[in-house]
């Protein structure tokens, strides 16, 4: 693993032509994704300022430009009109102000049908490494890029520790008002989210509160990331806990959560209906966050970045790493939130292949499984060694996943053994592989798992059990490696 001065990663990108070279280095590797957002050069972390505006979407991710590692983090802009295929439109943010002249961090984006705006966190040290997140705004100006206010909206409250950050902005219907949530920390390092709320987006805004959840005054020491949609009647509640471990997750300290319920606006109160649950059961998930302007009150839309913070991944040794999740469509039935990938994603999807126990680097696969215990292993050798390895238990329903027999082993320390809950069985699952991660969504999305993996030459190959069934399907290319920033 490359050690990386402070100098080195937060080294101020002043012409596209300085990294021109690494770009085409990386465009060489095997692991290049054909079909998932990837960052242009360096890493790619949380998506930021997902939504729609006048009919195309609009996503940035957090971009470290000059390799695998957190250092300087710039919005980076790419543009779909289907969710599916990806344009690389350049840099969107930039740390270019005292406010956040050491990054641009996370934060979201609401449209009103005329403007696009936006709101993400300046990240400010002084001299002494001293932190102060900004809340900032921006708006998409005439060219097509995000125009900053000369002043941010608020700074950090002092009855808050200096985690406070990624802004999520929603407007509630119901007493016209706009709110933005904040990820924060208590001084005495409990994680949280602070809410400020205006009349306006670009002005007026001022502090409303803490949100209670009630039975989670202490879970995590801190809340990034927090996004917050109705679906369908109910609210759903996204964030990403830090600092702590929780059950059935190995020995990782990022999560990713969400809990169905009722968010009440006047006391600031979200009344989960129940427990938690993990948005992904995968090793590799974090910083979800859904789109604004959605217009179905029946549906989200969801993006994730499919890696950890704290984590290395082999690409590191190629000086990039990172990707998006592909698009999801979250629906809530019955009191459960089901994921889906998005139906456009059937563009893509070709002719059947041959299911002759050999994978192609990029594919969908369908699987249909019939009772009783089941097995599929991914990216086995040849012998039907190794690989990804899962196994569904029907006595415990449950799936366990074991990605410690691949060649390229990676963050073992964290666990490369998971197991989820599948209360209702295994029937199907769907899944998406492409040339450095594998998402699987079962029995109609009740439960995904997202994970990095690293194939070399000998090892696209499957074993399945003989209750498992599986079409095969090609899947093209939607996003290109252009070099654009
Ligand atoms: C989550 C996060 C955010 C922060 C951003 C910085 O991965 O730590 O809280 O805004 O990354 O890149």
């Given at each position: 693993?490359?050690?990386?001065?402070?100098?080195?990663?937060?080294?101020?990108?002043?012409?596209?032509?300085?990294?021109?070279?690494?770009?085409?280095?990386?465009?060489?590797?095997?692991?290049?994704?054909?079909?998932?957002?990837?960052?242009?050069?360096?890493?790619?972390?949380?998506?930021?300022?997902?939504?729609?505006?006048?009919?195309?979407?609009?996503?940035?991710?957090?971009?470290?430009?000059?390799?695998?590692?957190?250092?300087?983090?710039?919005?980076?802009?790419?543009?779909?009109?289907?969710?599916?295929?990806?344009?690389?439109?350049?840099?969107?943010?930039?740390?270019?102000?005292?406010?956040?002249?050491?990054?641009?961090?996370?934060?979201?984006?609401?449209?009103?049908?005329?403007?696009?705006?936006?709101?993400?966190?300046?990240?400010?040290?002084?001299?002494?490494?001293?932190?102060?997140?900004?809340?900032?705004?921006?708006?998409?100006?005439?060219?097509?890029?995000?125009?900053?206010?000369?002043?941010?909206?608020?700074?950090?409250?002092?009855?808050?520790?200096?985690?406070?950050?990624?802004?999520?902005?929603?407007?509630?219907?119901?007493?016209?008002?706009?709110?933005?949530?904040?990820?924060?920390?208590?001084?005495?390092?409990?994680?949280?989210?602070?809410?400020?709320?205006?009349?306006?987006?670009?002005?007026?805004?001022?502090?409303?509160?803490?949100?209670?959840?009630?039975?989670?005054?202490?879970?995590?020491?801190?809340?990034?990331?927090?996004?917050?949609?109705?679906?369908?009647?109910?609210?759903?509640?996204?964030?990403?806990?830090?600092?702590?471990?929780?059950?059935?997750?190995?020995?990782?300290?990022?999560?990713?959560?969400?809990?169905?319920?009722?968010?009440?606006?006047?006391?600031?109160?979200?009344?989960?209906?129940?427990?938690?649950?993990?948005?992904?059961y995968?090793?590799?998930?974090?910083?979800?966050?859904?789109?604004?302007?959605?217009?179905?009150?029946?549906?989200?839309?969801?993006?994730?970045?499919?890696?950890?913070?704290?984590?290395?991944?082999?690409?590191?040794?190629?000086?990039?790493?990172?990707?998006?999740?592909?698009?999801?469509?979250?629906?809530?039935?019955?009191?459960?939130?089901?994921?889906?990938?998005?139906?456009?994603?059937?563009?893509?999807?070709?002719?059947?292949?041959?299911?002759?126990?050999?994978?192609?680097?990029?594919?969908?696969?369908?699987?249909?499984v019939?009772?009783?215990?089941a097995?599929?292993?991914?990216?086995?050798?040849?012998?039907?060694?190794?690989?990804?390895?899962l196994?569904y238990s029907d006595?415990e329903k449950t799936c366990t996943?074991?990605?410690?027999?691949?060649?390229?082993?990676?963050?073992?320390?964290?666990?490369?053994?998971?197991t989820m809950p599948l209360p209702d069985g295994l029937s199907s699952i769907?899944?998406?592989?492409?040339?450095?991660?594998?998402?699987y969504?079962f029995n109609?999305?009740e439960a995904?798992f997202?994970?990095?993996?690293?194939?070399?030459?000998?090892?696209?190959?499957?074993?399945?059990?003989?209750?498992?069934?599986?079409?095969?399907?090609?899947?093209?290319?939607?996003?290109?490696?252009?070099?654009?920033?």
């Open positions: 693993m490359r050690e990386w001065t402070l100098e080195e990663r937060y080294r101020v990108l002043q012409d596209a032509e300085e990294i021109r070279g690494l770009h085409e280095k990386i465009c060489k590797s095997v692991y290049r994704q054909t079909y998932h957002v990837q960052p242009v050069t360096g890493l790619s972390s949380d998506p930021n300022g997902f939504t729609c505006h006048k009919g195309k979407w609009h996503l940035f991710y957090q971009w470290c430009p000059w390799g695998a590692v957190h250092g300087l983090k710039y919005w980076y802009h790419v543009t779909s009109t289907d969710l599916v295929h990806w344009t690389n439109e350049g840099v969107g943010l930039k740390p270019d102000t005292f406010y956040d002249n050491k990054g641009t961090h996370s934060g979201s984006a609401i449209s009103d049908g005329e403007e696009l705006y936006f709101f993400y966190t300046g990240n400010h040290r002084d001299e002494n490494w001293v932190r102060t997140p900004y809340t900032c705004a921006a708006y998409l100006d005439a060219e097509g890029k995000p125009k900053k206010l000369p002043e941010p909206l608020f700074g950090p409250r002092p009855d808050y520790s200096e985690h406070q950050r990624d802004p999520k902005v929603v407007y509630n219907e119901k007493n016209s008002t706009y709110y933005i949530f904040i990820g924060a920390q208590t001084l005495d390092k409990k994680g949280t989210v602070l809410i400020y709320s205006s009349k306006e987006l670009l002005s007026g805004w001022s502090f409303a509160g803490q949100l209670h959840v009630p039975g989670y005054e202490s879970f995590g020491g801190m809340w990034e990331c927090p996004y917050i949609v109705n679906i369908s009647g109910r609210d759903l509640l996204i964030f990403s806990p830090q600092y702590t471990k929780l059950p059935g997750r190995a020995e990782s300290t990022n999560h990713n959560v969400y809990m169905i319920g009722t968010m009440d606006y006047d006391t600031l109160t979200f009344t989960p209906d129940g427990e938690y649950h993990y948005l992904d995968g090793f590799d998930f974090y910083a979800a966050q859904g789109a604004s302007n959605v217009g179905d009150p029946d549906k989200a839309i969801l993006i994730s970045w499919i890696g950890l913070p704290d984590n290395h991944y082999p690409t590191e040794e190629e000086d990039w790493e990172g990707s998006m999740t592909l698009a999801r469509e979250l629906r809530i039935k019955d009191g459960r939130l089901l994921q889906t990938p998005v139906e456009s994603i059937s563009s893509i999807i070709g002719e059947e292949l041959p299911a002759d126990g050999t994978l192609p680097a990029a594919c969908a696969v369908e699987v249909n019939s009772a009783g215990d097995d599929l292993n991914l990216f086995t050798r040849a012998d039907g060694s190794g690989g990804m390895r196994h006595a996943v074991d990605r410690s027999g691949m060649n390229k082993r990676f963050n073992e320390k964290v666990g490369e053994v998971l769907r899944i998406f592989i492409d040339r450095s991660s594998v998402e969504f109609d999305g995904t997202t994970s990095h993996c690293y194939p070399t030459e000998e090892e696209f190959n499957y074993t399945a059990s003989d209750n498992v069934s599986l079409k095969i399907r090609s899947i093209r290319p939607s996003v290109r490696d252009d070099f654009a920033v």
